[in-house]
């Protein structure tokens, strides 16, 4: 016998005792995709997670979240700020009071328009706890993607309803916007890359300075 015939022997071998051609059928697998990761506090992961990309992440009651956005941007140093049509209504106030310069996105603004602003806010659609990453379904309240990745600082508020164990979860959670045709974004910290001898730099392909606010 050679090695052919001695390694297809040991397959009809194993396979004697298979009734079920379909793997899937034969083997069921008792897992659900989609299905969220034990972890024992999902909040506190994404924030640590979040956080280690060199985000800053603030934790507030929902009510608190407009003044806490308007508080966050002057310590950014922020005079202007391009919000989507979307955005919440008590945001757009609490940072027009403030003394920034809100500008709209109606009509699209120009690369060069963009590039003259300081900063974006925007709601957010999932945010994953294991990966600390943001995912933008850009929704009214997000805008268009140039919105989020040409202005130096972004200001995003995710909810604690919106935070997911992992990304099979998150991917779970934004198929119906992938359905719809929705573009997504994901972020995980301030853009950011290295070169050859490591050395970071911030900033090259979006956001350099990512502001969190986890709304609860």
């Known amino acids: 016998m050679n090695a052919r015939e001695e390694i ?43 956080e280690d990309y060199k985000a800053t992440v603030v934790r507030a009651a929902a009510g608190d979240v407009p003044a806490l956005i308007a508080e966050l941007l002057a310590g950014a140093g922020v005079a202007t700020a391009v919000l ?8 757009r106030a609490a940072i027009a009071a403030s003394g920034v310069r809100v500008l709209d996105d109606e009509p699209q603004l120009s690369r060069a328009e963009l590039d003259r602003i300081d900063a974006v806010v925007t709601a ?14 850009h929704a009214a309240d997000q805008g268009r993607r140039a919105l989020t990745l ?3 600082t972004h200001l995003v ?41 490591l050395s970071r730099v911030e900033g090259v392909h979006g956001p350099r300075t990512l502001l969190v606010i986890l709304s609860e």
Do not use: C, K, N
């Open 124 to 137: 957010s659609a999932v945010g994953i706890a294991e990966t600390g990453t943001i995912v933008l379904d």
């Open 8 to 50: 297809l022997g040991r397959v009809r071998t194993a396979l004697a005792d298979v009734t079920e051609l379909d793997p899937v059928a034969d083997v069921p697998v008792a897992w659900e995709y989609g299905r969220a990761t034990a972890m024992a506090d999902v909040l506190e992961r994404f924030v640590e997670t979040t």
């Open 150 to 152: 040409v202005p130096d």
């Open 84 to 91: 989507p049509s979307g955005l919440d209504d008590a945001w």
């Open 157 to 197: 508020v995710v909810r604690a309803d919106q935070v997911v164990s992992d990304v099979a979860e998150a991917v779970a959670r934004l198929a119906p916007a992938v359905t719809d045709g929705a573009p997504l974004t994901w972020i995980s910290g301030p853009s950011a890359t290295s070169d050859i001898e």
